[in-house]
C-alpha cells in the first residue's frame, strides 16, 4: 500500500539557518502530496502541497517540490525562524480522487534564538 | 479560515467505562470527516471515515463495536471508545473535508484510560 517515509528527529537548529526534512514515498500513479504543521496545542495545518510530478508548493518560505523520479517531497527553508518550531508531516494523498491522506510519522523542529 | 474543534481536549477515565469525543466544524459544513489516532512519536493512523446520514467506514483492523463513530449532521461527528482500557490510551485527531478534498483537523484528544 502507500507510504510516506520522512527523516526522523528532533532537529534543532539556530534561527536563520537552512532547514532541509526529507521525505519519500510509495505509491502507485501520480499521488498528490502535501506537507502539515502542528504548532504546539493546535491541530495540524497544511502547510503547501503538490498535486503534478515537477509542481513546487511554496508557503510563508517553506518550499518543497514534487520528484517523481525520485519520489520524494523534500521540505526546504532558507532561513528559519523561532516562530517556525513546530512538528512538520509528510502526506501523501492516493490517485484516483481519494479522500484519505497517509502520513509520514513527522519531524519535530525547534529552532532556537 | 475553516476551524474544526474537539472536545474534551483531555480526558481521563477509568478501565471498563466509555468515553465520546466529538468533532465539530465550526464555520463550514463537513460531510466527510475522519478520525485518526495517533501514538507517541507515531503518524497519524486513519481509523475511519464518517460520512453525514451514513455508517462509517473502518480501515482495516479497526474494530468498528469498540469504536463507534457517529456523524449525525453536517457539522458534528462523535467518537465514542466503548469499554476502554489503557491500550486504547492514544491521541485521537478529526479533520473535517472542506470541499476541494482539503482536510481542516482539530486540535486533538488526549484519552488516558487508568
Known amino acids: 500500500g502507500d507510504s510516506v517515509t520522512q527523516m526522523e528527529g528532533p532537529v534543532t537548529l539556530s534561527e536563520e539557518a537552512f532547514l532541509t526534512i526529507n521525505c519519500t514515498y510509495t505509491?502507485?500513479?501520480?499521488?498528490?502530496l502535501f506537507w502539515y504543521v502542528q504548532y504546539p496545542g493546535e491541530g495540524l495545518q497544511l502547510l503547501l502541497k503538490?498535486?503534478?510530478?515537477?509542481d513546487k508548493g511554496s508557503n510563508k518560505g517553506f518550499e518543497a517540490t514534487y520528484r517523481k523520479e525520485t519520489t520524494s517531497f523534500h521540505l526546504e527553508k532558507g532561513s528559519v525562524q523561532v516562530s517556525d518550531s513546530a512538528v512538520y508531516f509528510c502526506?501523501?494523498?492516493?490517485?484516483?480522487?481519494?479522500?484519505?491522506?497517509?502520513f509520514g510519522k513527522g519531524t519535530k523542529l525547534t529552532v532556537n534564538p | 479560515g475553516a476551524v474544526v474543534s474537539q472536545h474534551p481536549s483531555w480526558v481521563i477515565c477509568k478501565s471498563g467505562t466509555s468515553v465520546k469525543i466529538e468533532c465539530r466544524s465550526l464555520?463550514?459544513?463537513?460531510?466527510?470527516m475522519f478520525w485518526y489516532r495517533q501514538f507517541p512519536k507515531q503518524s497519524l493512523m486513519l481509523m475511519a471515515t464518517?460520512?453525514?446520514?451514513?455508517?462509517?467506514?473502518?480501515e482495516q483492523g479497526v474494530e468498528k463495536d469498540k469504536f463507534l463513530i457517529n456523524h449525525a449532521s453536517l457539522t458534528l461527528s462523535t467518537l465514542t471508545v466503548t469499554s476502554a482500557h489503557p491500550e486504547d490510551s492514544s491521541f485521537y485527531i478529526c479533520?473535517?473535508?472542506?470541499?476541494?478534498?482539503?482536510?481542516?483537523f482539530g486540535p486533538g484528544t488526549r484519552l488516558t484510560v487508568t
Open positions: 464555520d463550514f459544513q463537513a460531510t466527510t
Open positions: 464518517s460520512n453525514e446520514g451514513s455508517k462509517a467506514t473502518y
Open positions: 479533520s473535517a473535508n472542506g470541499g476541494s478534498y482539503e482536510q481542516y
Open positions: 502526506a501523501l494523498r492516493g490517485q484516483g480522487g481519494s479522500e484519505k491522506l497517509v
Open positions: 503538490a498535486t503534478k510530478a515537477d
Open positions: 505509491a502507485t500513479g501520480y499521488p498528490s
